[in-house]
Antibody
Framework: EVQLVQSGAEVKKPGESLKISCKGS????????IGWVRQMPGKGLEWMGI????????RYSPSFQGQVTISADKSISTAYLQWSSLKASDTAMYYC????????????????WGQGTLVTVSS | SYVLTQPPSVSVAPGKTARITCGGN??????VHWYQQKPGQAPVLVVY???DRPSGIPERFSGSNSGNTATLTISRVEAGDEADYYC????????????FGTGTKVTVL
């Protein structure tokens, strides 16, 4: 079974750093792009960026470029999303999701999705 | 950047048909994908490439795409279909790549 399992919920203070993870299993981790999607409380889905674990090729949405860093460790089939200095406005649910079909470029749908990691930033 | 517009809400009686639209400039030239998100859960893909269904998704879910509008149709609606639905395209002409629609809340009366 193809599965993405994300790390647990986090409560942080503004200015702190954070790295959340997404572990893939049941498929060739290096052959599929993995994306990150933000969902702020009561709001819709926003694509943040995507990484190809095979060669770490990474693309960011202009809305999130410079705000977060996406990385992957293919030796442990895990992708990461990290912040160097959190803000209260980063409070949201964050999902990782695998691109639906293996492709050399990002170009299709997301399936499956991880269960989500809730990040709360509050003083 | 490319914008996808959905109606905020759609209400439908059990057993009837729900149609959720997704509007975008010449969206018919793109592949449209649809996700269902129930409260407190992660999104689930229900239709990809305009009209294909992943395994395990009921045939009651179907999609179409033409001109400036894509449509997700849910036939014989059940109470369990109550959820938020999002359309999504991959836009090669912008840096935003993966574009999600604004989302539609489907309420089963």
């Amino acid at each position: 079974e193809v599965q993405l399992v994300q790390s647990g919920a986090e409560v942080k203070k503004p200015g702190e750093s954070l790295k959340i993870s997404c572990k893939g299993s049941g498929y060739s981790f290096t052959s599929y792009w993995i994306g990150w999607v933000r969902q702020m409380p009561g709001k819709g889905l926003e694509w943040m960026g995507i990484i190809y674990p095979g060669d770490s090729d990474t693309r960011y949405s202009p809305s999130f470029q410079g705000q977060v860093t996406i990385s992957a460790d293919k030796s442990i089939s895990t992708a990461y999303l990290q912040w160097s200095s959190l803000k209260a406005s980063d409070t949201a649910m964050y999902y990782c999701a695998r691109q639906g079909i293996a492709a050399p470029r990002p170009n299709n749908w997301f399936d499956p999705w991880g269960q989500g990691t809730l990040v709360t930033v509050s003083s | 950047s490319y914008v996808l517009t959905q109606p905020p809400s759609v209400s439908v009686a059990p057993g009837k048909t729900a149609r959720i639209t997704c509007g975008g400039n010449n969206i018919g030239s793109k592949s449209v994908h649809w996700y269902q998100q129930k409260p407190g859960q992660a999104p689930v893909l229900v239709v990809y490439d305009d009209s294909d269904r992943p395994s395990g998704i009921p045939e009651r879910f179907s999609g179409s795409n033409s001109g400036n509008t894509a449509t997700l149709t849910i036939s014989r609606v059940e109470a369990g279909d109550e959820a938020d639905y999002y359309c999504q395209v991959w836009d090669s002409s912008s840096d935003h790549f993966y574009v999600f629609g604004t989302g539609t809340k489907v309420t089963v009366l």
